[in-house]
């Protein structure tokens, strides 16, 4: 009597009937996310000392994950295609195996600075393939009015979890039997956990038969299907619209993903000691996990992009922060600008997920989704490289750090103006 009760009432529930119906996927994504081969760019730092030591190449030629990482951004429309043509779960199964088999691959064979390139070039095309893409595009399926928790359990718990579990196994296994041997932990976590992940619980729901309707408020409800007069049919990146929320969630990144590699070394420049940039840099990434779980959160509770603005606003008050540092400053203050920053961080990859599910609907999403992804990756890409640039030429990271917080409050002001809609119908 009362598993009837139960299962009545989750059908009148919404919310209740998504977690129940997409349970299954959202486990299988988070861990095949965070074992898969995203997990090879978040512990590439614990290879570069060793393969420095190794071999005596320097560290300019040892690091291919910028390279790698551009190469995955732009694959994004592609990669949508091929999951639109052979599902989700069929994408990222073949990611997954053939990076696996890649990492194996390098642990058998003479390692040297042809095969050192030749697996970077290779992994930058089927790495893509087991990245964000398909377990977002499995996800969208199942999850609307919880899209903003689903997508941060997802993608920041997969990715933090997974990040946390391997990156004592994988140090260990590097200096206790060489950097070879980290590349077969790595392969392990794929072939024992993202691949049974992948195949045994990602599922993509069959598309309904329905239509997302935006109010004023951003906030969609599905209903009957329109007439074909009220449908979408034209493509969203055939709009000038699309394009100016597209860049606008680019250049968040473009303004916060540089502080990743360079905050270390603005702290030092400041005049801020070692211990103190150290830690400043830790607190940095432990705010990345925060900003996306408080992200996912208040996406489905408050008005969609009210949560982005207040957020890279306070980041971006954080930047300026950081560019007037020195040594007289309160350790507090610097602390807290470095993790508001390190918060925007957090919601670079929930954010086009949501907003293009929310904005466009089912119908239009693996296209909205992937372009909108390529334009982050490329913009995060090329942030480190454009704050080197600007010290380089000004002598000091000042500049730098005034041009990404520029940088988020124009992403502010572009999420707000095209993001935000008038009452119509989508295409689910």
């Given at each position: 009597m009362s598993q009837t009760?139960?299962?009545?009432?989750?059908?009148?529930?919404?919310?209740?009937?998504?977690?129940?119906?997409?349970?299954?996927?959202?486990?299988?994504?988070?861990?095949?996310?965070?074992?898969?081969?995203?997990?090879?760019?978040?512990?590439?730092?614990?290879?570069?000392?060793p393969i420095k030591e190794a071999t005596g190449w320097s560290t300019t030629t040892i690091l291919i994950v910028p390279v790698v990482q551009l190469v995955w951004g732009l694959a994004f429309p592609v990669v949508g295609r091929l999951i639109t043509r052979f599902g989700a779960r069929s994408v990222a199964t073949f990611g997954v195996i053939a990076t696996a088999a890649l990492l194996i691959l390098v642990y058998l064979?003479?390692?040297?600075?042809?095969?050192?390139?030749?697996?970077?070039?290779?992994?930058?095309?089927?790495?893509?393939?087991?990245?964000?893409?398909?377990?977002?595009?499995?996800?969208?399926?199942?999850?609307?009015?919880?899209?903003?928790?689903?997508?941060?359990?997802?993608?920041?718990?997969?990715?933090?979890?997974?990040?946390?579990?391997?990156?004592?196994?994988?140090?260990?296994?590097?200096?206790?039997?060489?950097?070879?041997?980290?590349?077969?932990v790595l392969a392990a976590f794929m072939l024992l956990v993202a691949l049974p992940a992948t195949v045994f619980l990602v599922r993509q729901r069959p598309e309904p038969d329905t239509t997302v309707n935006?109010?004023?408020?951003?906030?969609?409800?599905?209903?009957?299907?329109?007439?074909?007069?009220?449908q979408q049919v034209v493509s969203p990146r055939r709009t000038f619209r699309f394009w100016a929320l597209a860049v606008s969630i680019g250049v968040a990144s473009l303004g916060a993903a540089g502080f990743v590699a360079n905050l270390a070394a603005i702290m030092l420049e400041a005049g801020l000691s070692v211990k103190l940039a150290t830690g400043t840099l830790s607190i940095f990434f432990v705010f990345t996990a925060?900003?996306?779980?408080?992200?996912?959160?208040?996406?489905?509770?408050?008005?969609?992009?009210?949560?982005?603005?207040?957020?890279?606003?306070?980041?971006?008050?954080?930047?300026?922060?950081?560019?007037?540092?020195?040594?007289?400053?309160?350790?507090?203050?610097?602390?807290?600008?470095?993790?508001?920053?390190?918060?925007?961080?957090?919601?670079?990859?929930e954010l086009p997920a949501?907003?293009?599910?929310?904005?466009?609907g089912?119908?239009?999403?693996?296209?909205?989704?992937?372009?909108?992804?390529?334009?982050?990756?490329?913009?995060?890409?090329?942030?480190?490289?454009?704050?080197?640039?600007?010290?380089?030429?000004?002598?000091?990271?000042?500049?730098?750090?005034?041009?990404?917080?520029?940088a988020l409050l124009l992403s502010v002001t572009g999420m707000v103006l095209f993001g935000r809609d008038r009452d119509h119908e989508i295409a689910a």
């Open positions: 009760i139960d299962q009545q009432s989750s059908r009148h529930d919404p919310e209740l009937s998504e977690w129940r119906s997409g349970r299954r996927a959202l486990l299988g994504s988070s861990l095949g996310f965070g074992a898969g081969a995203g997990l090879f760019l978040l512990t590439f730092s614990l290879f570069v000392k064979v003479p390692f040297n600075l042809a095969v050192y390139y030749g697996f970077a070039a290779l992994i930058s095309i089927v790495g893509s393939l087991a990245w964000h893409s398909p377990y977002v595009t499995a996800l969208s399926t199942w999850f609307h009015k919880n899209s903003g928790r689903a997508l941060s359990i997802a993608l920041s718990g997969g990715g933090a979890s997974m990040t946390i579990i391997a990156v004592p196994l994988v140090s260990s296994a590097i200096y206790s039997y060489g950097f070879k041997t980290g590349y077969l935006v109010n004023a408020a951003g906030i969609d409800v599905e209903g009957p299907t329109p007439p074909k007069a009220v925060i900003g996306g779980f408080v992200n996912g959160l208040l996406l489905d509770r408050v008005r969609p992009f009210l949560v982005p603005a207040v957020v890279l606003s306070f980041s971006a008050s954080g930047a300026f922060v950081i560019g007037f540092a020195n040594s007289s400053f309160p350790t507090a203050v610097v602390v807290l600008a470095a993790g508001l920053i390190g918060m925007c961080s957090g919601t670079q990859a949501f907003f293009m599910l929310r904005k466009y089912r119908t239009h999403f693996r296209e909205t989704y992937n372009t909108t992804m390529m334009t982050v990756v490329v913009f995060a890409t090329c942030s480190p490289f454009i704050f080197g640039l600007i010290r380089d030429f000004t002598g000091s990271y000042f500049s730098a750090c005034m041009f990404s917080g520029s």
